[in-house]
């Protein structure tokens, strides 16, 4: 049986090259989650051997990432923006790139107290990123999968922002007779069929969290089209959604009666997020028509 030091196991990333772009990495986070150490640790003491047990669990856990499960999924966490956020199958996984939409929003607004509202919340990272960077706003966040509610409620409690509110809606359709200052969604924006679906992480995702249509953008047409009842006079409405998909999200916001529409890049300069403004100049709320 090969030696179970972790300098031999951090050897084994070549093997992982063909399934995964951050390999290395990968072997880090698995054998950390098994020791229970830190990364640091691993540098420290390339000498330490695992137990027969640790080796064991970390053999499964390297087979089970060779098979194209996410990382996420086998160490039960994923780090966003600070947090620290449980995962599970039934949700989508926090990407780096929806950290863009916190920070853009964290621009758009300063620290006056507002109304925030994460729709298809998911894991929460969303609305407890912008709960934890803005303490004097209230934040409430939804999702139709009951799983992903409870999810993101374990994950309020973990970070100590249990103020958050979660609820199940699907979109709107469980919303109180309320509105916000600003509305925030990560929305399924992937083509139906796409073929990047069955490779990599996204295998192993609830479809439904990743596709939306046959040009991708059914949910952002139902959330745009829904937001003004929602939303408070010069209350903001931003997205995220293809790299792709920028024009078209942005005509569908001005089609909805949106202004200063924008559009913002992610990390490596793709469109990614787009931003729309509602206003009430009649003071009166957009009534709502159920399709």
Known sequence: M????????????????LVSDTARLDIELLTCHVLGKSRSF????????????????????FQKRLQGHPIAHLTGTREFWSLELQVEPSTLIPRPDTECLIEHALELFSHKPLKALDLGTGTGAI????????????VYGCDRVPEAVALARKNAAHNKLARVQFFESNWFAQLQEQTFDL?????????????????????????SALTSGADGLDDIRHISSRSPQWLNDNGWLMMEHGYHQGKQVRNILSDNGFTNIRTMQDLAGHDRITAGKISKSSGERQKHHDE
């Open 2 to 17: 090969p030696s179970s030091r972790i300098d031999n196991l951090l050897t084994r990333a070549s093997e992982l090259a």
């Open 42 to 61: 691993l540098f420290s003491y390339p000498e330490y051997e695992l137990t027969s047990e640790q080796a064991l669990q970390f053999e499964e856990f």
């Open 183 to 207: 509305i925030v969604s990560n929305p399924p924006y992937i083509v139906d069929n796409d073929p990047h679906l069955q490779q990599g992480d996204v295998r192993f995702e609830p479809l």
């Open 127 to 138: 609305a407890l990123a912008l709960a934890k960077e803005r303490p004097g706003w209230a």
